[in-house]
């Protein structure tokens, strides 16, 4: 326990050098661990194999979990385009003269030291790092025992050329057992802000657990609408897409809520799932339209359970409504207010839905898929808020960011 709460220490003391690098500096570090990541391909998929050979191949996290060349070549790309996107500091936010001569700015500012929980996903080590690193703070990453061999020859590889900066404190991997997570989520002296990425399971944990301040990202109970003025093609693509694009991630779709007029369309509408081997939990309605045209393997009724979960994995619910009004109530009772679209042509209904939806994330005839730091030209994403207090939706370097209000004078004094 002291020896934690010493790193989170010397970690703390480390983000003060942090603020006096340059842009540029920062710029040439980022690259650098960018050609590392290329550099050190069979060293990181060695520590990666570790890991993956103590997780079940069919466990939904073996997926976040594993790493492979193609993977680490997009996370180096993903580092790069952080530099070539503008230093989020010193930003003025705000300036006024008063009345008395006192000339006021308002600055963005680092937030300090940003503590990041995560699960199975050692790709966020690297995200995390080139983002908290270009908006000037120090990380401590909280990972989970899954990744832990990864995480480890990951963040070596980062402290090594950050030693020739003398910054190496800058960023601390906790150690990955669930004790150390306690000390982060109540070291107010030390951490600035909590970000959990995982499980609606370890978001709970976290928020109900710490006295640091907390933005909760990650969980994504997805839906998406396909209405009485849907086109056929473009909802089959976008559900396709949406649903098995990658299965284990929080864009992913979880259940589709068609119109009731709709359901002779259901079974070109789910096509490209079959071949997919896509499970479905069909209501009774939607059932009835696809028992004979859908592999009955592969085809269940709904029960309760269905509705409001996640899956992270080749399954999904299907619920019928009568009408909008339906949807946005089947939306509101269950979602994670992560992402949420609809396939209408009509444009009053598009508009009803995108006003209505409480989400980060609202779209219509496009796929949730696209939910993504990167895919919003943000670079890196350090995860998707589902909040609405200081950041919501895709998390990158603008929001990493505080403010503070600097004052000059020439001997003003307040009677």
């Not at 790709?123 to 908290?132: H, I, K, R």
Request: net charge negative; hydrophobic share 40%.
């Amino acid at each position: 326990m002291n020896t934690i709460l010493e790193q989170l220490r010397t970690t703390r003391q480390a983000a003060r050098k942090l603020i006096q690098l340059s842009n540029e500096d920062i710029n040439l570090i980022l690259n650098r661990v960018a050609d590392a990541a290329i550099l050190h391909t069979p060293a990181l998929l060695a520590a990666n194999q570790l890991d993956l050979e103590r997780m079940d191949p069919t466990d939904p996290k073996y997926d976040r979990l594993l790493l492979n060349p193609k993977r680490l070549e997009d996370i180096a790309q993903d580092i790069r385009k952080v530099t070539d996107l503008p230093s989020p500091l010193g930003r003025v936010l705000e300036e006024r003269t008063l009345s008395n001569g006192l000339e006021l700015k308002k600055t963005s500012v680092p937030m300090g030291v940003i503590g990041i929980v995560y699960e199975s996903r050692p790709n966020v080590t690297f995200d995390v790092f080139a983002l908290c690193l270009k908006s000037g703070n120090a990380a401590v990453l909280k990972g989970s025992r899954d990744a832990h061999f990864s995480n480890l020859a990951i963040v070596d590889l980062i402290k090594n050329i950050l030693a020739d900066y003398g910054l190496e404190n800058s960023v601390y991997l906790a150690p990955s057992e669930r004790e150390a997570l306690l000390l982060i989520l109540t070291a107010n002296a030390y951490i600035d802000l909590v970000i959990p990425r995982g499980s609606q399971g370890l978001i709970d944990f976290v928020r109900k657990n710490a006295t640091v301040p907390v933005i909760e990202t990650g969980a994504g109970i997805v839906h998406t609408y396909f209405d009485a003025s849907g086109d056929l093609a473009k909802g089959s693509a976008i559900v396709n897409n949406a649903k098995t694009r990658r299965v284990s991630v929080c864009n992913a779709l979880d259940t589709l809520i068609i119109h009731e007029s709709r359901l002779p369309d259901l079974a070109a509408l789910l096509a490209p799932l079959a071949e997919q081997q896509v499970e479905l939990f069909a209501d009774e309605g939607a059932l009835a339209h696809l028992t004979g045209k859908y592999p009955d393997q592969l085809l269940s009724l709904a029960d309760a359970t269905h509705f409001g979960t996640e899956f992270l994995s080749l399954k999904m619910s299907v619920k019928t409504v009568s009408n909008l009004q339906e949807a946005l109530d089947h939306i509101d009772r269950y979602s994670s207010r992560h992402s949420e679209t609809i396939v209408a042509e009509d444009p009053e209904i598009q508009e009803i839905f995108l006003c209505n939806v409480d989400a980060a994330v609202v779209y219509s005839n496009a796929s949730t898929a696209f939910t993504d730091g990167s895919q919003f030209g943000m670079g890196a994403e350090i995860g998707i808020s589902t909040q609405k207090l200081h950041a919501r939706g895709p998390m990158a370097l603008p929001e990493l960011t505080s403010y503070k209000w600097v004052v000059k004078g020439n001997g003003q004094i307040r009677s």
